[in-house]
């Protein structure tokens, strides 16, 4: 699928999808990612056939698709909503796209019934969606979905209605799911651990246009700008003044900002090196396998990581401790990352 210089503007001016080109290989997992409001809906739409483009193409295996219908197209969608039919049993509601297309009982049970294993959810066909968990429900949405065996599934938001540790389930599932299906999956969420967990690669958006695309690994170690960086990984990049981090303030001829990633950056232990940036312990949040520590430095936080067992009452003196090479520099005007 390819997308060309791709606008949408609503209304009288509502510029929403700002030129965007884009090229997905058959059987890839691209996800889409952005804050709220950034276009990511509105983008899905446009290749599902949902909204027309105010300017450029959508094509599907070489072909414009732009006047064509969702059902033209051949996409299967699955957004945050179920949207089940609640009076159907989860077999009548997954069988019904393919009654739709007037194929033979048998066909249908059987693809019916292939689907419904493959989601795990053979034990559950006769049973009415309002008794359903939500979890079994989005597999139930899921099972409508793929019982067509599409080329092209469209994901909006799939997971955000599930609790975390079943939302953590289902992302291996949808994984393991693209594995098997071997279809392209666009999946659109605003979840930066959905973006790097799921994804071939993954598309930040950021205000209508492509901030960066690339697989998540190099997307997270070499973030284009500043706005990338920041979106990825949890806990949050560091960025402050290179004086917080004892560092010179230019490089490369431009004034700059630093980022750490909090994995990189420690509580320091013993007598510290007279470079070292220090301050106090703002807070520490125990995650089990570690501690994180937020440290007041000069006024700027800074998140660090330490042991498991690590303990220290605020307002303590520390001290941090970073590999220099770690640090990912932005020019301060543009917010352009700088290699180094
Ligand atoms: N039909 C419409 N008419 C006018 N403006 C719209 C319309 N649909 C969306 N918008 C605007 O377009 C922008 C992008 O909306 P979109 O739904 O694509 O965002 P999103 O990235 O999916 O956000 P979220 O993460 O909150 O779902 C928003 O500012 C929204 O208000
Ligand atoms: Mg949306």
Same mark, same amino acid.
């Given at each position: 699928m390819t997308l060309e210089g791709l606008e949408? +503007? =609503?209304?009288?001016? +509502?510029?929403? &999808?700002?030129?965007?080109?884009l090229h997905i290989e058959d059987g890839e997992l691209v996800t889409l990612v952005g804050p709220s409001g950034c276009g990511k809906s509105t983008l899905l739409n446009l290749i599902a056939g949902l909204e027309r483009p105010t300017g450029g193409h959508v094509r599907?295996?070489?072909r414009i698709v732009d006047a064509l219908s969702p059902k033209e197209r051949g996409v299967a969608m699955v957004f945050q909503s179920y949207a089940l039919y609640p009076h159907l049993t989860v077999r009548k509601n997954i069988a019904f796209p393919l009654e739709i297309e007037g194929l033979t009982r048998a066909e249908i049970e059987r693809r019916v019934a292939e689907t419904a294993e493959r989601l795990g959810i053979a034990a559950l066909l006769d049973r009415k969606p309002k008794e359903l968990s939500g979890g079994q429900r989005q597999r139930v949405a899921l099972?409508?979905?793929? &019982?067509?065996?599409? +080329?092209?599934?469209?994901? *909006?938001?799939?997971?955000?209605?599930?609790?975390?540790?079943?939302?953590?389930?289902?992302? &291996?599932?949808?994984?393991?799911?693209?594995e098997s299906l071997k279809a392209t999956f666009v999946y659109v969420t605003h979840d930066q651990a959905e973006a790097m967990t799921l994804s071939d690669r993954v598309v930040v958006l950021h205000e209508g246009v492509v901030a960066q695309e690339a697989p998540p690994r190099e997307i997270y170690a070499r973030p284009a700008n500043l706005f990338v960086a920041k979106f990825l990984g949890a806990p949050r990049l560091n960025v402050a003044e290179p004086s917080v981090f004892g560092l010179a303030s230019r490089a490369r001829g431009r004034d700059v900002l630093v980022g750490l990633r909090p994995e990189d950056v420690t509580i320091g232990e013993g007598s510290p090196p007279e470079t070292a940036p220090n301050g106090r312990v703002y807070v520490t949040e125990p995650m089990g396998g570690e501690t994180w520590v937020t440290v007041d430095v000069g006024g700027e936080h800074v998140i660090a990581r330490?042991?498991?067992?690590?303990?220290? $009452? $605020?307002?303590?003196?520390?001290?941090? $401790? =970073? *590999?220099? $090479?770690?640090?990912?520099?932005?020019?301060? +005007?543009t917010e352009q990352r700088l290699e180094t």
């Open positions: 949408k +503007t =609503f209304g009288r001016g +509502t510029r929403v &999808v700002k030129g965007i080109d599907i295996d070489g099972g409508r979905a793929i &019982v067509r065996r599409p +080329t092209l599934c469209l994901f *909006d938001e799939p997971l955000s209605n599930l609790d975390a540790a079943l939302r953590a389930q289902m992302r &291996v599932e949808i994984k393991k799911l693209h330490a042991p498991a067992d690590y303990e220290a $009452s $605020s307002g303590t003196p520390v001290w941090l $401790s =970073f *590999d220099p $090479s770690r640090a990912l520099l932005f020019d301060r +005007t």
